[in-house]
């Protein structure tokens, strides 16, 4: 299990899909009853490919970790990244970009959302 206040990354299955949570802005309270998987690897595949997406601007040089996350959710197969980043990660312009950039290295994009977007497909 993740700690509170600890940077990481960690995913949990629900059903058949899986789906990535990245607890750099989200609070523990929210997860607290969130089953939590052993935490992904940072290989040199997911380091190359935050390169790219920073090098073709898809997230600022500046926030190397936002596009790390992205990389590593997408070799890792995730299918979700769930944030409140909607400076970097969750808007509309950030995805269409981002999604362009992983879908062009041969990778499948995983969704961007808030937790309050993926607890709306559940209504």
């Not at 970009?97 to 994009?109: D, K, S």
Request: charged share 25%; glycine share 6%; with cysteine.
């Amino acid at each position: 299990m993740v700690a509170p206040g600890r940077r990481g990354i960690s995913y949990w299955k629900k059903g058949k899909g899986k789906v990535i949570y990245f607890l750099k802005n989200v609070p523990f309270s929210m997860l607290k009853n969130v089953p939590f998987s052993p935490m992904l690897d940072i290989d040199d595949e997911a380091r190359s490919l935050a390169e790219r997406i920073i090098l073709l601007k898809g997230v600022p040089a500046e926030y190397p970790e936002d596009a790390l996350h992205i990389a590593v959710a997408a070799v890792n197969g995730m299918e979700i990244i769930i944030t409140w980043n909607f400076a970097h990660l969750n808007n509309p312009f950030t995805r269409k970009t981002v999604r362009e950039i992983v879908e062009g290295e041969g990778y499948q994009c995983p969704e961007i959302c808030s937790p309050e977007e993926l607890l709306e497909v559940d209504k």
